[in-house]
């Protein structure tokens, strides 16, 4: 969309602007003139600077001067960086940027230091000036302080927050108290909850808030490997210890010395890598996979289950020393179908993410939107909330989310139907229906093949057919 041109009619040959305290600041160019602007633009409570193509402030209305903190003897034409002390002065002028593009800027948050010392967030909108012919001579930038908005929202932020998790719920909160304590402590933290709760946020959280925080912080996904590889990528391994170990390679368990140690979906790994997982973390020490030399290390670990192990335990499925041993401080995360009153601000912080990462100017959503979004279950949990507001802000070329931008099957009855409808049309609707649920089911988990297959009560060995099937695997 192309910027609409500030037109200012003449009704002189050359006009002299006032200004709030009565003076003139400048001079527009021949046959340009504004309409009435005491009354009219010093009646405003948002500021307005008009500035020419040489960067020389032409007008500036009252509230601009009092949003500024402008001196009155600034009467004549000066250099508009006197008032506008912003860091995105220096890199990128937004006025320069209009002009080159024809592209307006909306809601644009600049930070600048008036002339108090004091540091301001402007948010602000930029037009084009033109003269009766057409021709551009300068643009207009019309913003309102929002310095207290934004300190308000960082207030709420170190209080509802703790590294990039955010919350106002109970349980997040007993969470935020808990956490920073945690931090400090060597202890090994199993953190339990379902998938998409969040649970890699948190252990990021715990090492960057911890005396580790310097040193590295490495993951493993214990689920995504075989129990040989799984082997090797903890301990590493010597040269021709198997077919294919053409050099040495240290493993994740090496790499984490000083920092710490994220192991994922720890309730999928064999019995047997369960025996050796406990050896380390007993003695803080291991071989590497064909070798006899012993290695120690200094590592936190932190491990990650959407599985109940004590249940997985008492069925024999776990070891029990382990169990024990990795739950030094248990982390269990909620779902987001009980933490609903986190909603708001979880789907404003995707929001403002998604504006960055797409440069879109979303506002927020409808109330429609919202209402939909709040009376939703679910099931992926905030990994599902981050790919739904993803989806919509995509598709979203409007200041506010609505309805319409959302996944179709969260329209409560349209999915369904049309869901039914379309498997009905399928020559084999049996098998369209089951396909369908394993990709969702997919979807949910993060790709977890052993999570779907639980929540599908479907064999691993058919699962893994159904996905060729689909070439998803």
């Not at 509230?63 to 006197?82: M, Q, S, W, Y």
């Not at 960082?154 to 998790?165: D, N, Q, T, V, W």
């Not at 024999?316 to 601000?345: C, S």
Request: aromatic content about 6%; proline content about 4%.
């Amino acid at each position: 969309m192309k910027a609409d041109p500030v037109s200012l009619r003449p009704f002189n040959n050359k006009v002299d602007l006032p200004v709030a305290d009565g003076g003139a600041l400048g001079t527009f160019p021949h046959g340009v003139s504004p309409a009435d602007p005491q009354v009219i633009l010093d009646s405003l409570e948002e500021g307005v600077v008009a500035i020419g193509l040489d960067k020389k402030v032409l007008y500036m209305n009252r509230a601009a001067r009092e949003i500024l903190k402008v001196r009155n003897e600034l009467n004549g034409p000066f250099d508009c960086r006197k008032v506008m002390n912003s860091s995105e002065c220096q890199a990128r002028c937004v006025l320069e940027k209009t002009v080159e593009t024809g592209e307006p800027l909306r809601n644009f948050e600049i930070s600048l230091v008036d002339s108090t010392g004091r540091k301001r967030v402007l948010r602000l909108n930029t037009a084009l000036l033109k003269d009766a012919g057409g021709k551009v001579f300068g643009g207009v930038e019309i913003f309102h302080d929002v310095t207290q908005i934004v300190a308000l929202k960082e207030e709420l932020k170190g209080r509802y927050s703790f590294g990039r998790i955010i919350g106002r719920s109970e349980k997040m909160q007993e969470l935020f108290d808990l956490l920073p304590v945690i931090a400090q402590s060597k202890s090994t933290v199993l953190i339990e909850g379902e998938s998409g709760t969040g649970k890699e946020l948190v252990a990021h959280a715990l090492h960057e808030n911890s005396p580790r925080r310097e040193g590295p912080f490495i993951k493993l996904n214990c689920a995504a490997l075989s129990e040989g590889v799984l082997e090797s990528e903890l301990f590493g391994h010597v040269r021709g210890a198997f077919t294919g170990a053409v050099q040495s390679r240290l493993g994740r368990f090496e790499l984490a010395s000083g920092g710490t140690l994220f192991l994922d979906e720890i309730g999928e790994i064999s019995p047997t890598m369960q025996v050796k997982l406990l050896r380390v973390l007993q003695e803080e020490e291991f071989e590497r996979v064909g070798g006899t030399k012993t290695v120690k290390v200094d590592v936190r670990v932190i491990a990650a289950t959407n599985r109940d192990l004590k249940q997985a335990m008492e069925l024999g499925e776990f070891r029990k020393d382990l169990y024990y041993r990795l739950r030094v401080i248990p982390i269990t995360l909620p779902p987001l179908r009980e933490r609903q009153e986190d909603l708001p601000l979880l789907i404003q912080s995707f929001v403002d993410r998604f504006n960055v990462e797409m440069g879109k100017n979303i506002q927020g959503l409808t109330s429609d939107a919202m209402q939909v979004l709040l009376n939703y279950h679910y099931p992926g949990n905030i990994r599902e909330l981050q790919n739904i507001l993803e989806h919509s802000a995509l598709l979203c070329n409007e200041s506010r989310i609505d309805v319409r931008h959302l996944p179709g099957d969260m329209i409560p009855g349209q999915a369904q139907s049309s869901f039914f409808e379309a498997a009905l049309l399928e020559r084999e609707p049996l098998k369209y229906v089951e396909l369908e649920l394993i990709r969702r089911a997919m979807e949910l988990s993060g790709g977890n093949v052993s999570e779907v297959a639980r929540r599908l009560s479907m064999g691993r060995s058919t699962l893994w057919r159904r996905l060729k099937e689909m070439k998803l695997a």
